[in-house]
């Protein structure tokens, strides 16, 4: 049955939840309906995008300067736009590559980071090769003009992926606009990229990993106006100077989060709880969270894989 996308046009303050509906496919544990959940600024629900060219989970969403909101499938190389009035945009050509989130440069570009990476497919879902490869994908960087036509691409230096198929998952660009902060999913570093000169900097952070850093790897990156970066670690949020020392954390209620955002604002953060279904409002300053969604998604579901809000 066809089901009818109700999301309305975006108003200040509304919160995006990528939230695929999994549909039990034997053999396929992402698979499922794509959608987007819309609610207000108070967290009332306001709408739903059922997502087309889509079949796995929607991961990372932004917004762009112009206020539409950009969304990912990696496992269908699928590249979702939806505009201010609430409807999705047809499908630019971006490659059939599984690019999985976005950064916006100050000269209008926009960089794309590579999701999946190596020759060793997801075992619990159907991810495809790249076409006369061996691999699902290379871990790098694509930089495209404002006419959405590519301009170059990058090699990018990746930390170790515990699954085996994961590459660029998370991004950043730094307040400057000069670099991009980025993370392999349940990693032990913060690399940077230079989007000015088109090269790999030093790693910002390296953990040495082992037992003790066990449920602590790296999980989602976000910016203060001021260059720290908050950095997701599972059940914790860690405040990292530009010199990538740690300054303090903020504990979260339960082990899961996965994506976060910043509030313009410069005091909240929006995180999401993949294992939970959980959307969390936190305050900075007090240190807590003070506002939740609960999507009624929880383990085994494992689809709340994106988060935005729209403050133009």
């Known amino acids: 049955m066809t089901k009818t996308s109700t999301m309305k046009p975006f108003a200040p303050g509304d919160i995006f939840l990528g939230c695929t509906y999994l549909m039990n496919v034997p053999g396929d544990d992402h698979a499922g309906e794509g959608r987007i959940l819309q609610f207000d600024r108070n967290m009332v629900p306001k709408g739903t995008l059922y997502t087309e060219g889509t079949s796995h989970l929607i991961v990372n969403l932004r917004f762009a300067p112009d206020g539409t909101l950009w969304g990912f499938d990696p496992f269908e190389y699928a590249v979702v736009r939806v505009s201010p009035d609430g409807r999705q945009l047809p499908p630019a050509d971006f490659g059939m590559r599984p690019w999985g989130n976005v950064c916006f440069a100050p000269d209008g570009s926009i960089w794309l980071g590579e999701y999946l990476k190596g020759d060793k497919p997801y075992e619990g879902g159907d991810m495809r090769r790249l076409p006369g490869t061996n691999f699902v994908g290379y871990g790098h960087f694509a930089k495209f003009d404002a006419g959405l036509k590519l301009v170059a691409e990058y090699d990018a230096e990746t930390a170790p992926s515990m699954t085996g198929f994961h590459g660029v998952t998370h991004t950043v660009m730094h307040p400057d606009g000069k670099s991009i902060a980025y ?44 260059g720290t970066l908050l950095l997701l670690r599972g059940s914790f949020i860690d405040f990292i100077s530009p010199e990538g020392k740690s300054l303090r954390t903020i504990e979260l209620d339960e082990y899961g989060y996965a994506m976060i955002t910043a509030s313009r604002d410069d005091r909240h953060v929006f995180t999401t709880n993949i294992f939970t279904g959980v959307m969390s409002k936190v305050d900075l300053e007090a240190g807590r969270i003070i506002g ?8 085994p579901q494992r689809s709340l894989a994106g988060i935005a809000v729209y403050e133009p």
Do not use: S
């Open 292 to 299: 939740q969604i609960d999507t009624g998604l929880a383990k």
């Open 183 to 226: 993370i392999t999913d349940l990693g032990m570093k913060v690399h940077r990229f230079d989007v000015v000169n088109g090269k790999c900097l030093p790693d910002l952070v390296t953990y040495p990993g082992g037992p003790e850093y066990m449920r602590k790897w790296t999980t989602g990156v976000a910016y203060r106006k001021d």
